[in-house]
Structure formats: C-alpha cells, structure tokens
C-alpha cells in the first residue's frame, strides 16, 4: 500500500463560486449518479472534511457534552459495522452493491446510540446535517477536467487518500473513475 496523502484544498471559486456548474443528476441513471457522488467525494474531500468541521464546530459550541456523545456514537456504529462487514463474505458484497443503505445503517445504529442517551437532536444538526450538505453537493456539482484526471490518477494508484480509503472501508472501490 502506498503511502496517504491528503488531497488539495480545492479554491472556493472552483467548489462553490464562478467556476462551479451544478445541475440536478437524472435519477433514472442511478449508476451515473453514484459515479459523480463518489467522484466529487475524492476531488472535493479536503473541502467537505472543512466544511463538516465548521458545522460540527458550530453545533459543538453550543453543545459541546451531547455533541462528544454523538461523535462517540458515531465512531461506535461505524466501528461495529466495518468490523462486522470484514468478516463475512456476504456482508462484504451487500457492502460493494448497496452504498446507501450500508451509509442509513450506520447512521440509523448511530442514531440510536445517541437516542439511548438523549441526544438526537444534537446528532441530526453536528452529525447528520454535514453529511447532508456534502451529499448533496457531490450529488449536484458538475464534474470538470481537473476532477476527472485527479480521479483516474487515484483510480490507478499512483496516491491514495483518506475519501479513497473511507469509501473503500465502505464497499465502493474506486472503479467509478470515468
């Protein structure tokens, strides 16, 4: 395994501003869909892990007990479920075939690790809505050439990264490079 690098602070223009094309992916292509997700996840990590931490900062100062219980929670869940997922062959591949339903169950274990102890709605503004805003940016940000070449230059090998092996960890190899 090569060495982990952390991908470029992306500039604002490029992520939100002048540069950036949106548009609403076609839902009765599913396959493109997650390609772009999954596509802007790798290119625009840097930018949506600063962008989680201003909105986890956020609703962390104003909460901070109940947001360490959802954070904790959180890294439970998803500890449980990858350790679970190594294990068994058939759960591996339910991993590979069905992204988001594997993301709902750690966020739903999660959720309900932090509802035994009262925190949900901490949970749903430090926790959920992070995830929120970076899916649904992934999911209407255009691609563009950078994008592209940065994405197949991964694909290959040459650099791996933190977005890279998090969604490996999650079943989805990079092979959505195109």
């Not at 479920?81 to 169950?105: N, V």
Request: glycine share 8%.
């Amino acid at each position: 395994m090569s060495e982990v690098e952390i991908a470029p602070l992306r500039g604002l223009d490029d992520f939100l501003l002048e540069q950036a094309r949106f548009q609403v992916p076609n839902v009765k292509t599913p396959e493109r869909w997650v390609n772009r997700v999954l596509n802007n996840l790798l290119y625009y990590q840097t930018n949506y892990f600063l962008s989680a931490c201003v909105i986890f900062l956020i609703v962390g100062v104003m909460n901070p007990a109940q947001m360490c219980v959802g954070f904790i929670s959180m890294g439970i869940a998803f500890g449980i479920f990858i350790y679970i997922t190594s294990y068994k062959y058939e759960l591996r591949g339910f991993k590979r075939d069905h992204p988001l339903l594997c993301l709902i169950a750690i966020c739903g274990m999660g959720y309900f690790f932090v509802y035994l102890i009262g925190s949900v709605l901490v949970f749903l503004f430090g926790i959920a809505l992070p995830l929120l805003v970076i899916l649904t940016h992934a999911s209407l940000r255009l691609r563009n050439i950078k994008n592209k070449l940065s994405n197949k230059i991964e694909f290959v090998g040459l650099k791996r990264t933190p977005m890279g092996i998090l969604l490996e960890a999650l079943g989805q190899d990079q092979e959505a490079g195109s």
